[in-house]
Nanobody
Framework: QVQLVESGGGLVQVGGSLRLSCVPS????????MCWFRQAPGKEREFVAT???????YYAEFVKGRFTISRDNAKNTVYLQMNSLKPEDTARYYC????????????????????WGQGTQVTVSS
């Protein structure tokens, strides 16, 4: 069993930055890809970014050039650096671990992930 704890969310003005962290506990996530999704009120959860064990990264189009996902395997931690934040980035952000190791393609569907955290709220004010 893996528990994921996200942190780093908060209230920020348009154009500001935040750095989210996700720390798994219970067992190491090893070589499994990890991801960030987000869910705004009244909307479905959507893919934001994913990273493999070797730090190959994949992003949703709407965050390319603004967000950076990274991982520190020694600390068993995944980060999401968010810059140039917009009001439409307001959402609860969740991290998760893939159900299977990297297979040569990125995993974009939430069905491909398990062990979701409780999320951290990001609010961007205009």
């Amino acid at each position: 069993q893996v528990q994921l704890v996200e942190s780093g969310g908060g209230l920020v003005q348009v154009g500001g930055s935040l750095r989210l962290s996700c720390v798994p506990s219970g067992r190491a996530v090893g070589t499994y890809p990890m991801c960030w999704f987000r869910q705004a009120p009244g909307k479905e959860r959507e893919f934001v970014a994913t990273i493999t064990w070797t730090s190959a990264t994949y992003y949703a189009e709407f965050v390319k050039g603004r967000f950076t996902i990274s991982r520190d395997n020694a600390k068993n931690t995944v980060y999401l650096q968010m810059n140039s934040l917009k009001p439409e980035d307001t959402a609860r952000y969740y991290c998760a671990v893939a159900k299977v190791p990297y297979s040569g393609r990125p995993y974009y569907s939430e069905r491909e992930y398990s062990y979701w955290g409780q999320g951290t709220q990001v609010t961007v004010s205009s």
